[in-house]
């Protein structure tokens, strides 16, 4: 009996050695209790009753101690989703912690300034998507061993602190899709083991820092969908590892520095949005040979587009479009480049025969430029040619455009493959006399004309009014076609490869929950939107399209719409689903704070949390981004896209404005053809 009471205490002895060994510090026990408790963590990712270290979803310890907290994607309890908030305040305790992560978990509030002071130990910071709020501390400077920062897709405002510029030891810095404002600092040059530094879709003005090339080790850098302006550093050729360089969607202006020549290891170099002009530097191309993606659309750019374009093997998308670039590309071909790349050179003044279009790609646009002859049998099925002077095809320019643009050149033109120009014989003079009489006629016509012209103005627009007015009142009585009388399916588009991602049905459905009423957004006449999250916690919407109840072409029309136009006030299609025979789904980016109808008549409780509504400033920033975009769709795309009933929707349904964190970024304006989505 003694015998078997000693082996018991052996046994209980070692069961205390090995707990201890897990979790050793009472204070850090409690202090993740506590956590819980304030973050409203359920009890399937942290029993109360178990070992931390041991038993918790997402806790690192290391010789008793925790040095790693991960709530990525937790939901919280019913009571924690009621009031959620930055209640963080046991962190403090875990003098250990060197990584918290809470991405996706919603931390509504800003960060605390004591984060630089109680959390020495911390390497790895990643609050991305996470709403939270504010300036970034500049007391963040003082975490001397961190790594990795990470706060993209918040509503992060203020201006930069300079006092990041001492983590010497950090290698990841997103700071991405925020509302930072101000400079960039200079400082950031001192962060010589930087490898990613991503500063995209802010609000940063003035020049790009020069000191950025200082930064030996840089591989990603992005800073794109900003004001910035200057020129673009030509320190930034010093960047011998970029692998990535995206300066898009800015104001910048000058040429393209040659001092490019040295990013031998850049595979992605998108300026694309700018006021870049010039002429691309001689040899600049030859030296990069593992470029993969070149987007210099919508820039003023000019001169031939240079040879060692043509031979880049790698290279996957090249998009030129909406420049001034000219030349003849007679001779140059698309052979040499990787199977299923993606070529956009429309809007150009680009000439020559049409022998180029032989090769291996996915599609390739040429629309808006002068190209002339027959096209070739060979010809893919998937490109444009719109708006050149080809024989047998439509939509072309008109013959006294063509013979223009090649005469001022000193060029041959083929006279849309006539033999000689058609000659027009000019009108014999008539007598003074007689023309003044012309005159008068033709002033008095006139008059009677613009009268009756404006008098039919007026009774269209007050016929528009009282056929918009009925349409309101008679949209509650619209449902779906009856059974019997359903049109055929529409075919899907030949090429979607260029329009985001392809999901599966089966993906679709997990993200949205099945298409669960719980995720349902609104009901829509052409579908019915979804609120779905992708990997990481970032939400999308989903339109789930009734191919019963719309046009048959309707989403096709959508689909071929964001084919061939982006702005950046055009939310971006993310992607698409086009397998199920009965049901065709398009992604998109979500709007996390509603429609801007909410925004303009709601009055909030200010003691409330909830989004006020919006003062005289910001609906002035609204109308001018609206405003932009409807200026391109009006006066850029080619051809032109007319909104018809566009005051009837701006007046009488602001619920098809949605509102993104910042108030410079609008989504889905609907027209009588289109449902756009205007950032």
Known sequence: MKGFLLVTILVLHQCTLGQQDFFKSRIERSALLDLRSSLGIRSTDWPIKSNPCKKWTGIQCRNGRVTGINISGFKRTRAGRLNPSFSVGSLANLTFLE?????????????????????GSLKVLDLRSSSVTGPIPASLGNLTGLNALYLANNDLAGSMPAALGQLMQLLVLDLSRNSLTGLIPNDFG?????????????????????????????????????????????????????????????????????????????????????????????????????????????????????????????????????????????????????SGAVF????????????????????????????????????????????????????????????????????????????EPRQQLLPTPAPRRRKQWIYILVVLLGGVGFLAFFILVIVLVLRKCNYAISNERGSADVGPVPEGDSPPLPKDPTSVSSLGESFTYAQLRSLTGEFSERNLIRHGHSGDLYQGFLEGGIPIVVKRINLHSLKKDSYVTELEFFSKYSHARLIPLLGHCLENENQKLLVYKYMPNGDLAESLFRVTNFDDNGLQSLDWITRLKIAIGAAEGLSYLHHECNPPLVHRIIMHHVNREPHNLHIQNSVRNLLCLKSCRYKVCLR
């Open 99 to 119: 990584s918290f992560n809470a991405s996706g978990f919603s931390l509504p509030g800003s960060i605390p300034d004591w984060f630089g002071y109680r959390l």
């Open 190 to 338: 001192f962060l010589r083991n930087l490898s990613c530094l991503d500063l995209s879709s802010n609000h940063f003005s003035g020049s790009i820092p020069s000191t950025f090339g200082s930064i030996s080790g840089l591989q990603f850098l992005n800073v794109s969908d900003n004001s910035l302006v200057g020129s673009v550093p030509v320190e930034l050729g010093n960047l011998s590892h970029l692998v990535k360089l995206n300066l898009g969607v800015n104001v910048l202006s000058g040429s393209l520095p040659v001092e490019f020549r040295r990013l031998r290891n850049l595979e992605m170099l998108v300026l694309r949005h700018n006021r870049l002009e010039g002429r691309l530097p001689d040899g600049l191309f030859s030296s990069l040979g593992k470029l993969r993606v070149l987007e210099l659309r919508e820039n003023k750019f000019d001169g031939a587009l240079p040879g060692a374009l043509w031979s880049l093997r790698n290279l996957q998308v090249l998009d030129v479009s909406a420049n001034n670039f000219t030349g003849d590309l007679s001779n140059f071909s698309f052979k040499g480049h990787a």
């Open 344 to 419: 956009n050179l429309s809007n150009n003044q680009l000439y020559g025969t049409t022998a180029c279009l032989s090769g291996n790609y996915t599609s390739i646009d040429l629309s808006g430029n002068y190209f002339q002859g027959k096209v070739p049998r060979i010809s893919p099925s998937n490109g444009s040619l719109d708006m050149n002077c080809l024989q047998a095809v439509p939509d072309q320019r008109r013959l006294e455009d063509c013979s223009l643009f090649y005469a001022g050149r000193g060029l041959t033109f083929d006279y849309f493959g006539n033999p």
